[in-house]
């Protein structure tokens, strides 16, 4: 059985940085290093400085962030430390608006090899993103020459909370090889046509809990790549956005499953897509399994249920290929709201690995237009309780 989110363990953390901001005697003023709140000076050096010594501290420490507006250049925080770290982010971080001369992959702000670390405050890293979207990329293209706003690897033992993060130049989070890590009232912020922008985008990571995050931004709320495993997302308003999405497993050969994945307590406004599964056709072999969604409301969200192993972008793909990647132990569980598209239920599977265990209970969605239709393919569904749009297998 997967692990479910535990509130304990989110009160324990919260305690942890709470006493971490109440020590004053562990407290590193980045304006003590040579910070500036002009909204010019970089304050990435600063930073650094005020880092490297409570990470050299064998107590509980923090590094603080003021209020005011700093200019932040591309910025690398790096463990392991000696003991819980705390980074509060009370002021606005702004981004350059050039970021050639940024180091490949790196994104504007990482965080890597931490234990025990939390992010905090009431600040705002803005990516600045506004002057770039749709200038350095086109829709056919993927725009991996644009920074990520905030990354988090192989972090353990952490806590997200309060902060936001606004208009990012590509994915606004992006989880990485991280174990136990919890976001707690997050905030991502970009406008719908913001290209690229997923809010929190996790992958190879296991233990990640998402708990009252509000995301508004151009691409997916929250989408789940390789290896992501006992995920747990819970009370998360999304829109706009493409909605919340599993995948795209089987586009790159090894990758590894996705399991146990849990969705609970979601409203979706004014989304492309709802909550959905998609797979490339033609795809390498790959494994979706354990995936719940439970009492999520739907406002006027685009194609609410989608399973999509045909799952093909600006038709760059061999759809006559069917996708290896298999789909099973699959539970839709009260889901309810309204339609923007006829197609309120789309289960397109794989006729080469047809899904598994698919299970529909209390669904009720309605299209305003009239009545809502469902689609499905390569796959037999279990449907229980209340059925609208009555759902059929193929």
Request: charged share 15%; hydrophobic share 35%; glycine share 10%.
């Amino acid at each position: 059985m997967g692990m479910k989110f535990h509130p304990t363990a989110i009160a324990l953390l919260l305690l942890l940085a709470s006493a971490a901001e109440l020590s004053d005697a562990a407290l590193y003023d980045v304006t003590k290093y040579g910070g500036k709140p002009d909204g010019k000076t970089d304050l990435s050096q600063a930073l650094l400085k005020a880092w490297k010594m409570a990470c050299a501290s064998v107590d509980v420490s923090s590094v603080l962030i003021p209020s005011g507006t700093y200019a932040l250049g591309q910025t690398i925080i790096e463990g392991p430390c000696k003991a819980p770290i705390n980074l509060i982010v009370q002021g606005t971080l702004k981004a350059p608006i050039d970021t050639s001369h940024f180091k490949p992959d790196a994104g504007w702000v990482a965080f890597q090899h931490i234990d025990h670390f939390t992010l905090s405050g009431s600040g705002v890293f803005d990516g600045q993103g506004t002057t770039l979207w749709g200038k350095k990329c086109s829709q056919s293209s993927y725009c991996d020459d644009l920074p990520i706003n905030l990354r988090f690897s192989f972090l353990t033992n952490s806590m997200i909370r309060d902060v936001a993060t606004k208009d990012s130049k590509q994915f606004h989070v992006n989880v990485l090889g991280c174990k136990d890590v919890n976001f707690y009232h997050f905030t991502v912020s970009a406008p719908e046509e913001s290209l690229n922008t997923d809010g929190i985008h996790i992958g190879r990571s296991s233990g990640i809990n998402i708990t009252n995050a509000n995301i508004k931004t151009g691409d997916d709320c929250i989408s789940i790549g390789d290896g992501s495993e006992q995920i747990s997302i819970n009370d998360v308003t999304c829109g706009p956005g493409h909605g919340i999405s599993i995948g795209s497993p089987g586009k790159y050969p090894n990758e590894a499953p996705v399991i146990g994945i849990r969705i609970k307590g979601a409203t979706l406004t004014n989304t492309m897509n709802g909550i959905r599964v998609k797979t490339w056709p033609a795809s390498h072999k790959g494994v979706a399994s354990d995936l719940h969604f439970e009492d999520v409301i739907m406002n006027n969200v685009g194609n609410p249920i989608l399973i999509d192993q045909e799952y093909c972008p600006y038709n760059q793909c061999k759809l006559q290929i069917p996708s290896r990647v298999k789909i099973s132990d699959v539970n839709f569980k009260n889901i309810r709201g309204t339609s923007s598209s006829q197609l309120a239920v789309k289960l397109v599977c794989s006729a080469g690995v047809p899904c598994r265990n698919v299970q529909l209970t209390d669904i009720n969605l309605k299209y305003n237009g009239g009545a809502a239709t469902t689609l499905s393919k390569n796959i037999e569904p279990v449907l229980g309780g209340v059925q609208v749009p009555k759902s059929c297998s193929a």
